[in-house]
């Protein structure tokens, strides 16, 4: 609901600013600065960022699916022989029917040589059984020889399977395609994966400590300008009316002059102190313009808007509870051990953070074990046989990752870490120190600058009873010009010395809760 507001309330001021004159306050003030300055937007960003990181950190408890596919053309196809023996293969049925087709010849000749034989023949008509036997056998041999058929069809039955085999061992891969669904799942990765939650978790709180720092040096940007408006308005009408003042007494010393009770010289006197009013009144406007632009800057708007502080025409901006409040510090009893500064959180975690890094070098001597499992398609593929075709298969594994020897890397890493857990640690406590200093420094400046303003309330007492017994006494004409301007210039300077101390009040107690932490936004 208050950041709500935040960002409703600049809204509404900025479609009034040309409408006419805005008078804005302290919160209003603020709540623009907060909206509209880039230091705080990039600090609010930095902290989405880090809320990413630490989802993003988180992330890696679940397993990880990842799609995989790749083409692959090749000039040559792989050959499981060489060609010298792939074409041999291709060649042993046509020899083999070239040597058969030569002893078919040969043997045909041999028996008509026989045939012809005087000898075989004597023989063959001494034994008509056997010569009755030779015929038959011959007859069917010769029937055989002469009728090729069967034996053709042996020998391109024997072709075909030799060029079979020699195209088998032949692979066609010129078009290579490959696709894999895989799931990882890490087991246990030594602590690694805990150590980085737990140090997105501390940046991301680093951050929301860096917004909180951010807001907290704008709100100081924001009332320092403030303040210093609101002295240099009040310090305007101050010199405004002591220019009045000395309008009044040079026109009643002009009068004097002329009745014979006052000298050329206390006319002269009074005119510089004018003139002199005149340009503090010129130094003062230069001045209260200067800072309003640098409030415009601060605060995001436009340098030409036209506005008023609420409090610039109030006397009370010092209440009675602030001075009691400054009044009852005591600064020997004021430490800053138990501040909430968020430069001192901030440190806190980058302490944790190192810490956390120092398991991470640790875990570098542990074992990394990791789940898979997936499926896979090839083409062309050998699961029956090599085939130009897309098939797959699943695979379910466990990986374990070891180390054994890294030559002293991962101890000098400890090592590391631990020097910079030190050096972190070093760091906070002199922060630590310094902002118990500030603490008190800031509590010490309070109490004097309430000290100031007491002082200046008796200050400004004396000169306003100092300044009425002097107008008096120039009206009874007891007293010369002279002592009236004195009186004037203690009354201007008390005055201005009241208006400063108010403000050093304010901006001393705004130092005070920014150095303990308690400035609220």
């Given amino acids: 609901m208050k950041r709500l507001i935040l960002l409703i309330i600049p809204a509404l001021l900025s479609a ?32 989405e960022i880090a809320e990413y990181n630490k989802k993003a950190a988180f992330s890696k408890f679940f397993p990880r699916v990842n799609a995989m596919g790749a083409y692959v053309y090749t000039s040559k196809d792989i050959h499981l022989i060489s060609e010298e023996q792939e074409n041999k293969l291709r060649n042993a049925t046509t020899a083999l029917g070239e040597q058969v087709s030569g002893a078919k010849t040969s043997l045909l ?34 029937q055989a020889l002469q009728n090729p058929g069967a034996i053709e069809n042996a020998l391109m039955a024997a072709s075909n399977v030799g060029n079979e085999l020699a195209d088998a061992l032949t692979l066609n891969t010129h078009n290579i395609f490959v696709a894999s669904i895989m799931l990882t799942q890490p087991v246990y990765m030594g602590g ?55 309008r009044t007494l040079d026109a009643n010393v002009d009068k004097m002059i002329e009745n014979g009770f006052a000298t050329k010289a206390d006319g002269l006197s009074v005119k510089v102190k004018l003139n002199e009013a005149e340009v503090s009144i010129i130094q003062v406007d230069n001045g209260l313009i200067l800072c309003k632009m640098l409030l415009c ?96 298969m699943w695979t379910v594994g466990v990986g374990v990752k070891i180390p054994i020897i890294t030559s002293g890397e991962r101890i000098y890493k400890t090592r590391v870490a631990k020097l910079e857990a030190q050096k972190s640690s070093c760091k906070y406590d002199e922060t630590h120190e310094k902002i118990e200093l500030q603490v008190k420094q800031s509590s010490q400046r309070v109490v004097e600058a309430s000290k100031r303003l007491a002082t200046a309330q008796k200050s400004l007492q004396s000169a306003e009873e100092n300044l009425r017994y002097a107008e008096i006494g120039l009206k009874e004409g007891v007293i010369p010009v002279s002592n009236v301007l004195q009186a004037q210039t203690g009354w201007l300077q008390a005055q201005s010395t ?24």
């Fill in 16 to 47: 009034n600013l040309r409408a006419q004159t805005a008078t804005f306050t302290l919160d209003s003030c603020r709540a623009m600065a907060i909206s509209n300055n880039k230091d705080v937007r990039m600090s609010s960003i930095d902290k």
């Fill in 109 to 142: 000749q041999q028996i008509g040589q026989l045939q012809q034989n005087p000898q075989f023949l004597q023989f063959l008509q001494a034994n008509p059984q056997i010569a009755q036997a030779v015929q038959n056998y011959t007859s069917q041999l010769v």
């Fill in 192 to 246: 690694k994966i805990i150590s980085y939650n737990r140090i997105t978790d501390y940046l991301n709180q680093v951050e929301e400590n860096k917004y909180s720092l951010a807001n907290q040096e704008l709100i100081v940007k924001v009332d320092e300008a403030y303040w210093q408006i609101v002295a240099l308005e009040s310090k305007k009408k101050l010199a405004e009316s002591y220019a009045n003042l000395l």
């Fill in 297 to 392: 800057q601060v605060c995001g708007i436009p340098f030409e808007t036209d506005f008023t502080l609420a409090d610039a025409n109030q006397d009370d901006i010092i209440t009675l509870a602030d001075i009691s409040e400054a009044e009852n510090i005591d600064t020997t009893e004021v430490d800053g051990k138990n501040v909430n500064r968020p430069e001192l959180n901030a440190l806190e975690l980058a302490d944790k953070i190192y810490q956390e890094k120092v398991k991470i070098a640790r875990a570098e001597f542990l074992p990394n074990v990791v789940l898979t499992g997936g499926y896979t398609w090839t083409n062309p593929s050998c699961f029956d046989g090599f085939e130009n075709k897309m098939k797959g």
């Fill in 498 to 521: 009241m208006v400063q101390a108010k403000i050093d009040l304010k901006l001393a107690q705004l130092y005070l809760n920014k150095a303990t932490g308690n400035l609220n936004y």
